[in-house]
């Protein structure tokens, strides 16, 4: 019952233009006309840690409606930094995510950066997701683009993965999305406070991967779902 109030709320709200100047300006499909979104990102995207078919993405996709489609383009172990262990920009997925001509782009990557070997090239970390995100947004149409604040790291970590250099990468994320204009979604903030949904201090579980998708929801509608 709550999730068909909300896609009421969605459909009835007052339709604006997608590529409004406001990146934060509610996303209203125009009459007959499906808004495809491309969800980019690592195995956090891919869903590893959740129920098959519960990824963030999937759950969105169910909270959106199907005036909305959703694809996941998540692969695991990937890096934003070129100079990386595993880039997510020598992946197959990268040109596939443009291929689809997507009107909105959600980009969370950063998490596998915080790697040690990897963090090590932090001075390329501000260059290369510039240039990942103005690869979008020279498009044709141009995409609505967000980028996120990666999902907390809790305790120790895990994989490498550490909670230090996620709040190095923070300020700089924030600073781009001002720069470049884009949409910001807070998946931190979704998830802080509550270990729980990351059992093992990495990956969102199922109930974790659903406070994800209420969060990317909320930005792109300006309702809460």
């Known amino acids: 019952m709550k999730t068909r109030s909300f896609l009421a709320l969605l459909l009835s709200s007052i339709v604006l233009p997608l590529h409004a100047a406001d990146p934060m300006a509610p996303i209203v499909p125009e009459e007959g006309k499906v808004v495809k979104v491309a969800c980019v990102g690592d195995s956090i995207t891919e869903g590893a840690g959740a129920e098959p078919g519960k990824s963030y993405p999937a759950q969105l996709q169910k909270l959106l409606g199907d005036k909305l489609e959703v694809k996941n383009y998540g692969l695991g172990g990937r890096t934003m930094l070129r100079k990386g262990d595993h880039p997510y920009w020598n992946e197959g997925a990268f040109k596939e995510a443009q291929e689809y001509k997507p009107d909105v782009v959600i980009i969370m990557l950063g998490t596998n950066d915080t790697k040690p070997h990897n963090w090590q090239h932090k001075d390329d970390f501000a260059k290369d997701y510039k240039d990942f995100v103005k690869t979008f947004q020279r498009l044709k149409p141009e995409p609505r683009v967000y980028i996120c604040r990666p999902v907390p790291v ?24 001002k720069s470049l204009k884009t949409g910001l979604i807070d998946m931190y903030a979704a998830l802080d406070g509550k270990p729980e949904l990351l059992p093992d201090r990495v990956h969102p579980n199922t109930a974790g991967a659903g406070e994800m998708a209420k969060a990317a929801a909320k930005a792109l509608t300006g309702q809460a779902p």
């Open 154 to 177: 809790p305790g120790e970590g895990n994989f490498g993965i550490n909670e230090k250099a996620l709040q190095e990468e923070m300020p700089v994320i924030e600073k781009i999305s």
